[in-house]
């Protein structure tokens, strides 16, 4: 195993900008090395180097990893401690959610009510419509009523017209033979 100074190729006694320069040009030439890596080797190189700069550049750390070199000959794994939890960013990033939730919701209830409101005014034209349609058909069947009371009427009148005709003929008739009648009375007589 190596020490988190070989991992960035450091000495023991590498001052600050000489880790800092040793820490780019390790990811830099990790970055150009050929594609004989796979993806998780290529990731799991990089933390172990950030990790070994971020131990290294630190007083306070490299101290106590120095301490713990000196009491042992090699670390059986390099010493990787994971940053605190950035409980800002997660609390920012539930407050973005919920309020995306939120307003998802709102909208979705407002165009549930528009949609609402929309079929609303459409079952109102529809019914205004039936109501047109339901007066224009009465107005229909009382012309039609209308049409056939005239018929009959004129029916009526040109029955009544006939039986006069006939009353008038049948009138003439008996005129005519009370006249032919008469004559004949008179011609008898004479």
Known sequence: MKTLYEVLGVSRQATQPEIEQAYKVTLAALAIEPATLTVEER??????????????????????YDEKLRNKSRPTEPVISSPPLPWKKIVA?????????????????????ELAALEAKRAEAEADRAEQLALAE?????????????????????????????????????????????????????
Not at 93 to 113: F, I, M, N, P, S
Not at 175 to 183: E, G, H, I, S, V
Request: one cysteine or more; a positive charge; charged letters at 35%.
């Open 138 to 190: 009465q107005a229909r069947l009382e012309r039609q009523k209308l049409q056939e009371k005239r018929a009959i009427q004129v029916k009526q009148d040109q029955e009544i017209a006939q039986v006069r005709r006939d009353e008038r003929i049948r009138q003439e008739r008996i005129q005519k033979m009370d006249a032919q009648a008469a004559q004949e009375k008179a011609s008898a007589t004479r």
């Open 93 to 113: 990033t539930l407050v973005l959610v919920v309020g995306c939730l939120y307003v998802y919701q709102v909208q979705a209830d407002k165009a549930e009510v």
């Open 43 to 64: 990731d799991i190189r990089e933390k172990v180097i950030r990790e070994a700069y971020v131990i290294l550049s630190s007083s306070h750390r490299r101290s106590a």
